[in-house]
């Protein structure tokens, strides 16, 4: 069973920069598929962030200048970094692993289980 | 990009009672790229439904997919205890969005 969890500081200041782990076991990333981040402001519904391939990353082009997501195949993570963060970063950030992927386009059938981000002073 | 409009944005039933639940896209979504997933509080979604009527692996047969180009449905036959909860519709055709979700609460 794919099991994937989230690590990273729960608290980020205004303008600096958030970065998140996502552990994935019982399956190793270099093996295939796509990995995504996704998330979810607080009350609210679940925005796509980007997907990563073995061959490439896909961003949400309202994102792309701040974000980067990359793979580490020895650790079997991915990992997240957003950067100039404000408020409006403030929400639960998910990895999941896409399936039928084609560029930005999956949907996804396993999900960490969040992880609360909130940047404040 | 395509919108999805999801309603009504609350359904209140009771269990045993059938639910159904819409997705209206703002264009086309191609080769029925659809899927739906269950979110209940404080959890991840869970993906129920993808290629618009495809179960995912473990999903109880109460619970069916329908619909093409514009108009997609979910449909639980009979609610359960545990699908009280917040639903969510996602198209994978042309990059990918999410619709703003329906919640199904107990009457």
């Known amino acids: 069973q794919v099991q994937l969890q989230e690590s990273g500081p729960g608290l980020v200041k205004p303008s600096e920069t958030l970065s998140l782990t996502c552990g994935v076991s019982g399956y190793s990333i270099r093996s295939g598929y796509y990995w995504a981040w996704l998330r979810q402001p607080p009350g609210k519904g679940l925005d796509w962030l980007g997907n990563?391939?073995?061959?490439?990353?896909y961003r949400n082009s309202s994102l792309e200048s701040r974000l980067t997501i990359s793979m580490d195949t020895s650790k079997n993570q991915v990992s997240l970094t957003l950067k100039s963060v404000t408020a409006a970063d403030t929400a639960v950030y998910y990895c999941?692993?896409?399936?039928?992927?084609?560029?930005?386009?999956?949907?996804?059938?396993?999900w960490g289980q969040g992880i609360l981000v909130t940047v404040s002073s | 990009e395509i919108v999805l409009t999801q309603s009504p944005g609350t359904l209140s039933l009771s269990p045993g009672e059938r639910a159904t639940l819409s997705c209206r896209a703002s264009q086309s979504v191609s080769s029925r790229y659809l899927a739906w997933y269950q979110q209940k509080y404080g959890q991840a979604p869970r993906l129920l439904i993808y290629?618009?009527?495809s179960r995912a692996t473990g999903i109880p047969d109460r619970f069916s997919g329908s619909g093409s180009g514009t108009d997609f449905t979910l449909t639980i036959s009979r609610l359960e205890p545990e699908d009280f909860a917040v639903y969510y519709c996602q198209q994978y055709g042309t990059s990918l969005t999410f619709g703003g979700g329906t919640k199904v609460e107990i009457k």
């Open positions: 990563i391939y073995h061959s490439g990353t």
């Open positions: 999941a692993r896409g399936r039928y992927c084609n560029g930005d386009s999956c949907f996804f059938d396993f």
């Open positions: 290629g618009a009527s």
